[in-house]
């Protein structure tokens, strides 16, 4: 393939990508989707020079769950303005970071042809353009997320690992350095060290020399994180561990027992942007199966031409065995993902040949399906601006509550929803109200007596329910239990609600 070529689908792509990306920018208030508040939170305090902690909960503990790099990215806004318009700037360079990936990948794969020698010019530049414009590649960009630029660092680790050989220490160190970035901006960013590594060593032979060189920034990486963890985890308290505490902590709630429950869930994310206007199951899995098998067979021809392949075999191992759904981690590579389906069904085409040509025609007959199926997807998020309706409502009926909140004392701690982000916005500081563990692969909920010593424990003087919902239906338990306890202080419509505490009950 020409350079100018790959130069052209890289301008192309990054452009489309970017008005695309530009249609998700908002007012919104920052922490509708939890983690993006929690970012911002810690970027505040880094900023105001309280450390890497959340300082919206009482005793500000050392934040353990997130890596650094994506806080300290967005530190310097929060320090210069004001929470609204760092909200606003931090959702501009995401869009920013999101298109010059996007333009960064397709210009990649078209100039080393990851597709397979011959393809048309146009195809990759094409598959990585749907990618990056998927309504929930959109739908993470309407807030402050980490995956704009894990996606950034995941793709400069690739190109940098994909260069040919002679493969010197200096490029292998550049790839592992890029990768080390990746796992500090998110944990699972240690699936693309690791396919950094083995790309080198089996695609490209490296020495042991250039292969050390890639290795040793994210082994360091890994391991001061590793110790970071070990020093600051304890002090997050016990009920909240699901959502604030380490990795250590929810394997020792799951139990090894526990690990792999994902893995059958993990098409479901994909299968939903393909094949969610099937009328019937059968249909449904009759189109599924031999898309998946099609993936897998994608998979392993990429794994063959770059380091893209491995890291997403990690990738994906990581997910099957994490006990979370697995959507969000998808969306964070979804580009990669379909260049690898594509790589697949055009691997598949072409092994089909002279007797067996008719074999060509459910291969054919499964890529019209899969494109219009995204297409029609594509086509209603579009005109119906899905990308944005979760964000906007949450966002709007906070912005109903705040005032509330705001006029409480300052010395006020508050159980909410949604807590990082009442703190951002009113300066009280808050706890989650809706707590939640595991046992085994099971997800549970602490009984009335737990969930009232934790908060009693943070010293919670309100609690405010949002909505109806998980939390509601546990408040509803404590009340219940423990008449007397709460009073009523305000009533909003919709089930929304907020209560003084009496301490003498």
Known sequence: MTRNAARRAGLVVGGVALVASALTLNHDLVGV???DGLYAG?????????GYVHPHLPGAPVAVHFPPLYPLLLAPLFGILSVPA???AGKLLNVVLAAVTAGLVAWHVTR???LGAGAPPWLPGAVVGAGAVAIPVLTVLTTLLSEPLFGLLVAAAVILADRPPPVTPVSAGAAGLAAALALLTRSIGVAAGAGVVLFLLLGRGARWKPAVSAALPVASVAIGWALWLWRHGHGIDPDMAADYGTYGDLLGQTGLGALGMSAVDLPRPLGVLAFSWVPARWIYYACGVPALAIGLYGLWLVSRRSAAGLALVGYLAILAVWPFPPDRFLWAVLPWLALVWAAGARGAWLRVQGERWWLRAPVALLVVVVVLGYARYEARGFLGRWWGIAAQRISANFAELLPWVAALPDDAVLATDDEALVWLYTGRR????????????REIEPPPAEHRAFLERMGVTHILVSGSGSSAAQLDQMLGAYPGWLALAQRWPGGRAAYAVNRER
Do not use: N, Q
């Not at 810690?42 to 309280?50: D, E, K, P, S």
């Open 42 to 50: 810690i970027a505040w305090a880094l900023a105001h020079g309280l």
């Open 112 to 114: 080393t042809e990851l």
């Open 430 to 441: 808050a706890v989650p109200l809706y707590l939640f563990g595991f046992r085994g692969p």
């Open 86 to 88: 760092a909200a606003f």
């Open 33 to 35: 989707f939890y983690d």
